[in-house]
């Protein structure tokens, strides 16, 4: 028997940097792979005249796969991380051994969430990034208990979204409004899931956690207490514990050649 690889996608407005605290003690056990996504953080934004689309960055982390000779993987993400791993599963399952969603949703965005992502576009064409974006996220993306007591944690992702490059800012907020509802993806998924959730997420709250639980058989659901939206930057051990208990569930006979 061997692991699977494990492949982390980003949460929005962030980059690959929201992994560090998670990285090293996952790839004591077996491969861990956080690349960034198109436009944010060092990965550019390609050229294209098509409307920006999820389905675009799902086929970026089929391309990483390819380059990497994984034929497959545990595909794991955290937010938008999340949207774009069920993205790969809706576009390429035969990669997907198994899924890690931390702090998502199945469903798409409502009427309201899709308008607050064009302001989002149309404000960061217009201004960039720098202070509003961090100011205006914050209080979604950390738990209030994160936000009081842990001031360095707060100065961390401030600086990681203030260092995002507006095009792909803007590029993702727009790729994000269009994306489809996944539930029945899900629900036909035959592959083991782990579906973690901060227990103080505004954004995507436990009822959204268990309700993806409910419609994969067999799937493990863990809450994190104390933690928001972050749960990999508020609770990394919680997370890497969570994740190296389930493992074994996804592990791939060796074939003699």
Known sequence: MTELPLVLLHAFPLDSRMWNAVREPLASRFRVITPDQRGLGRSPLPES????????????????????????????????????????????????????????????DTAEAAQTRLDVAARVESEGTKTWLAEANLPNLLAASTREQRPELVET?????????????????????????????????????LVIVGEEDPITPVA?????????????????????????????????????????????????K
């Open 49 to 108: 005249g098509r409307e920006p689309s999820l389905e675009d960055a799902a086929r970026d982390v089929v391309t990483l796969l390819d380059r990497l000779d994984l034929d497959r993987v545990v595909l794991g993400g955290c937010s938008m991380g999340g949207y774009l791993a069920m993205a790969v599963l809706r576009l390429a399952p035969e990669r997907v051994g198994g899924l890690v969603l931390i702090d998502t949703k199945a469903t798409p």
């Open 157 to 193: 992702v401030r600086e990681i979204i203030e260092s995002q490059p507006p095009a792909g800012i803007r590029w993702t907020a727009l790729a994000l409004r269009t994306r489809p509802g996944s539930l029945d993806l899900l629900r036909d998924a035959e592959i083991p899931a």
């Open 208 to 256: 959204a956690a268990s309700e993806m639980v409910e419609v994969m058989a067999g799937a493990t659901l863990v809450v994190l207490p104390g933690a928001g939206h972050l749960t990999p930057l508020e609770d990394p051990a919680g997370v890497v514990e969570a994740i190296l208990s389930w493992y074994p569930a996804t592990r791939e006979k060796t074939h003699e």
